[in-house]
């Protein structure tokens, strides 16, 4: 092809010579190869802007050779006709033949194209043949006001769809005019599928369904339907003579069903026999054509079983299956070309919309439109879908409906394959608009927004479709979701609510006013009240969620999350009513709630991780106090992390023990490095003890430690411990002092001579003390003692001490052990609170956690010198090696295991659900409930209360065979 002829897209050189040349269109010199004139060169540029400019060039020289020369003068002298001509032919090779073989009906695409009324083609039509030309004149028009971008595809969906509702009426007006029942029966034609939500195809079947009744008292119901069915079929097959198909298989029963149904028919059907999907197929019904009254009182009728059918407790996953059904269904081969069926598809955006529809519509009127786009508007308008997810659909949808309107105009054929032949490739995005560039060929462009806008859709159907609110609002009655201030407040008292007058004041908080967050609420809440109404005090959980609510209710993406974001609104819901704790972390810290939204993000983070970040974040600081606020910020979140993994069942309590010390472990290397870096170098370390040293911290616990150092070379011993003070009596400032942030308290009472000695001394110190004034219990004491921060060096020094009193070789002898059995019989008499019930004190009653730890301790000194093993801060660690040992009779040990695990659990828990600490187990109330929930798997309060006496019975008697064996 010479190139001054391929650069307007032609690619067969003899042919497009000789259409365009003399015996032609004329609009070709060939001697001179150029166009003839400008007129000429117009031409030939919109032919190159056609789907197929061949094909275009082709059928426009058919059509004047068939038509004449006004066809030539038509296409240089009007613009808009030449626009609508050309777009024709080179689109569709089927509507090009159809204008060759009737060729005066091109004139139909002369003057105003949208001025002319509905129903304008299809007017004064009273044959079939008739009726056949009207319906091809009509859509005609339609796909060149589509192709020059007179109408863009909602346009031309509407317009699709309105000469689909003409061809009914004008098709069952000549049925009729063929079988007069007049005088026996009404019939209204329901819309149904896509003409139901005027959203029609070029190519499709209309699906439909049909009702009549008697036309007069007189006419008994079996004649009637047998007229109407007389008339409906012969309707449906004049439609199929004229345009498309007419399906009438989402009647009841399908297509073994009767074609005609009364009201009361349909009625007695959907009550007893319709599943789920037949209901959601009823989201697009209405009535047009035919008894268009009749149509009405059957879609009214019909409307209160729609709005009801999400309550069936299996229907959202019997939508779920159905889009799962149709996918499987899809060719193996197709399945990632199908715009319509497949992953990414149309039916993804149809199927999201609709389910929401099913399960929102019920108490939100502005959502029961038949048209995908106006209801995916209206979800956006509700809160119901966010604004950027909405316009993402809306735009994906437009796209793949345009993509499918030009796959079916080229043959006039129903599909929805995207090809994957090169050529049928390139003719599908020529005729999308797309042409070729610099950059990518017009292929190319194509398939990078098709992937894009699939990508989307994919993402947003699997994050509305499956999103958990569905279920639980659906599970939510609909006369529940909209109820009268009285009916509310019996409602609430229904639900367990102690203050329903006050849980209603919170709710009219929440929900009043006509703002994006108030519609958000109004979703979310009848939700959530169930999940409240589970807990042991629902008028707390409620509360809470006000608090956090109005504390983070302003940001934008707080109310999204909940809607939006997995399981995170019930887990919220869940947290708040069981726990003051999460609640009053959650309030200072709402920007947490992001961590509900994955279950990875609930794993505890290690001490080296956090260490890392904590460090980090002080070092942004060059204020202490500022340096160490940003530190305890970060504290703030991980104990958040902790917590709600550990209510969730995320974690054991050994879990939660560990991840609570590497916390504090944290935060004293944080802060260590802050006030250290004030003084002259020293070498320093901080020793943890207790339950920080054993990796068994509860969440009120202090950080138990020793503070030791060192004086380096050249600095008076004097002045060593001076500095060394500074720095002790700094790190505890930091951390205690008042703040938004939950404080840590750094306990030194386990140092030689407790409270009035020292706070910090010398290792040579410490070295002198144990070796002339300590106490057996001090070396009980250093059982625990493991590094945490400060000159690891010096901290090994100091364990290596430590090692030599809390192993003694040969073990403890006969006084040491009286003693300890004396020192352990003050604990249980002195030492448990006035008034406390020592069967269910977690700590110091009997099988509690003082049983266990001094068995395992008294174990570890009197054996740890000989058993490797049972060197170890942690107390299941060694009792495991105790029993691996032969020290402890399995049963026992599996007895003491089951009573500390067991008091350590409930310890946390009553600690997360009060918001401070506590030891007592109480033997009813709130929080005995809330520790039966949790931690009961489905047992009763009562129940619970009874297993846990029983563990800590076993423990207790374990605890006085081992210990007292010794």
């Known amino acids: 092809m010479p190139s001054h002829l391929a650069r307007f897209g032609f690619t067969d050189n003899a042919r497009t010579e000789a259409m365009t040349g003399p015996d032609g269109l004329r609009l070709w010199d060939a001697a001179a190869r150029k166009p003839v004139d400008d007129d000429a060169v117009a031409v030939l540029d919109s032919l190159y802007f056609a789907a197929d400019p061949d094909l275009a060039l082709f059928q426009l020289h058919r059509l004047f050779e068939a038509a004449g020369e006004e066809v030539r003068t038509a296409i240089i002298e009007d613009k808009a006709v030449r626009r609508r001509l050309i777009g024709v032919l080179g689109v569709s090779a089927t509507l090009g033949d159809l204008l060759v073989a009737n060729p005066d009906e091109w004139r139909e695409l002369q003057g105003e194209q949208n001025k002319r009324p509905a129903g304008y083609a299809t007017r004064d039509v009273s044959t079939v043949p008739l009726l056949r030309s009207a319906y091809r004149r009509e859509l005609l028009r339609i796909v060149a006001a589509d192709l020059t971008g007179a109408a863009d595809v909602e346009v031309t969906m509407q317009r699709l769809t309105e000469l689909a509702d003409a061809t009914l009426v004008a098709a069952l007006g000549i049925a009729t005019g063929e079988k007069d029942v007049s005088g026996v029966c009404r019939l209204a034609v329901i819309a149904m599928g896509k003409c139901g ?28 339907m047998r007229a109407g069915s007389a008339l409906a079929a012969r309707m449906m097959e004049i439609c199929g003579v004229v345009a498309w198909p007419v399906d009438a298989a989402l009647r009841p029963e399908g297509s073994r069903g009767a074609l005609v149904r009364t009201v009361a028919s349909h009625l007695a059907y959907y009550h007893k026999w319709a599943k789920t999907w037949e209901f959601q197929a009823l989201l697009k019904a209405r009535p047009a054509a035919g008894d268009l009254t009749l149509g009405e009182e059957w879609l009214a009728a019909l409307q209160p079983l729609i709005w009801s059918a999400a309550e069936r407790p299996e229907a959202v996953d019997e939508v779920r299956a159905m889009r799962r059904r149709i996918i499987e269904a899809i060719p193996r081969d197709e399945v990632e070309r199908e715009i319509k069926r497949g992953p990414g598809g149309l039916r993804d955006i149809e199927f999201a919309v609709q389910l929401l529809q099913l399960v929102h519509g ?106 958990p609110l569905l279920e639980a609002v659906a599970r939510v009655p609909s006369e529940q979701l909209r109820l009268t201030p009285d009916a509310a407040r019996a409602r ?28 958000i609420q109004r979703q979310l809440l009848p939700a959530l009240l169930s999940e409240f109404a589970d807990a042991p005090e629902p008028d707390r959980g409620l509360l809470a969620y006000r608090q956090v609510s109005e504390k983070a209710g302003n940001t934008p993406w707080y109310l999204r999350l ?7 609104a019930f887990r919220l819901a869940r947290l708040l009513a069981l726990s003051r704790y999460v609640t009053e972390l959650l309030v200072h810290d709402p920007e947490a709630l992001r961590l509900l939204a994955d279950d990875t993000e609930l794993v505890p983070r290690s001490a080296e991780v956090l260490t890392e970040g904590f460090a980090a974040a002080a070092d942004r600081h060059d204020d202490p106090e500022t340096a160490i606020n940003a530190v305890r910020a970060l504290r703030r979140r991980e104990l958040f992390r902790i917590a709600c993994a550990d209510l969730l069942g995320l974690l054991d309590v050994e879990e939660v023990g560990t991840a609570l010390s590497a916390v504090i472990d944290a935060t004293l290397r944080a802060t260590l490095g802050v006030t250290s870096s004030a003084v002259a170098p020293l070498p320093f370390a901080i020793i943890g003890m207790g339950r920080l040293g054993g990796h068994e911290t509860s969440y009120p616990s202090d950080a138990d430690v020793l503070f030791v150092y060192e004086a380096p070379p050249g600095m008076a011993d004097d002045a060593a411990s001076g500095v060394a003070l500074t720095v002790a009596e700094e790190l505890r400032r930091l951390l205690a002092r008042p703040a938004p942030d939950p404080p840590l308290g750094v306990d030194a009472d386990l140092r030689p001579e407790g409270r009035q000695g020292p706070l910090v001394r010398s290792l040579g110190a410490y070295q002198q003390y144990y070796a002339r004034w300590s106490k057996v219990w001090e070396a009980q004491a250093l059982l625990r003692a493991r590094f945490v921060a400060g000159d690891a060096g010096l901290a090994a020094r100091f364990l290596e001490l430590a090692d030599a009193k809390r192993y003694p070789a040969g073990g403890l002898t006969r006084d040491q052990i009286q003693e300890i059995r004396r020192l352990k019989a003050r604990v249980d008499s002195e030492r448990l609170p006035r008034g406390a019930d020592p069967t269910t004190h977690t700590k110091l009653g009997r099988g509690g956690l003082a049983d266990v730890e001094w068995t ?18 942690r107390t299941l660690e060694a009792l495991s090696a105790a029993e691996a040992a032969g020290l402890v009779d399995p049963a026992d040990a599996a007895a003491l295991k089951a009573a500390w695990r067991q008091a350590s659990t409930v310890r946390n828990l009553l600690t997360l659900v009060r918001g401070r600490a506590t030891d007592q187990l109480p033997r009813q109330g709130p929080d005995l409930a809330a520790a039966a929930r949790v931690l009961g798997r489905g047992m009763e309060p009562q129940e619970f209360l009874d297993e846990y006496l029983r563990v800590a019975r076993h423990g207790r008697q374990s605890t006085e065979r081992v210990f007292n064996a010794i």
């Open 197 to 224: 939500g005027r959203e029609l195809n070029y190519v499709s079947d209309v699906d439909v369904v049909f009702v009549a009744e008697p036309a007069a008292e007189g006419v008994d119901t079996e004649t009637a």
């Open 362 to 467: 019920r108490a939100d009127e502005s959502l029961r439109t038949p048209t995908t786009l106006a209801g995916l508007r209206a979800l956006i308008e509700g809160g119901y879908v966010g604004l950027a997810d909405g316009e993402a659909l809306l735009r994906a949808y437009r796209f793949l409906r345009v993509v499918e309107h030009r796959l079916q105009l080229q043959r006039l054929r129903r599909t929805h394959t995207v090809p994957d032949d090169t050529s049928a490739l390139r003719w599908l995005a020529h005729a999308l608009g797309y042409r070729p560039s610099a950059a990518r060929d017009a292929v190319e462009s194509f398939r990078t927004e098709w992937v894009r806008h699939s990508g989307e859709v994919r993402r947003l159907h699997a994050k509305l479709f499956y999103r």
């Open 492 to 519: 609430l008292a229904a639900l367990g609510f102690a203050d329903p007058a006050g849980a209603l004041r919170h709710l009219q908080s929440l929900t009043g006013g006509v703002s994006r967050t108030a519609a």
């Open 562 to 568: 909940l809607r939006d974001e997995g399981p995170i």
């Open 856 to 873: 395992v301790q008294l174990l570890q000194l009197h054996h740890g010198a000989a058993v490797p093993a049972l060197r170890t801060p």
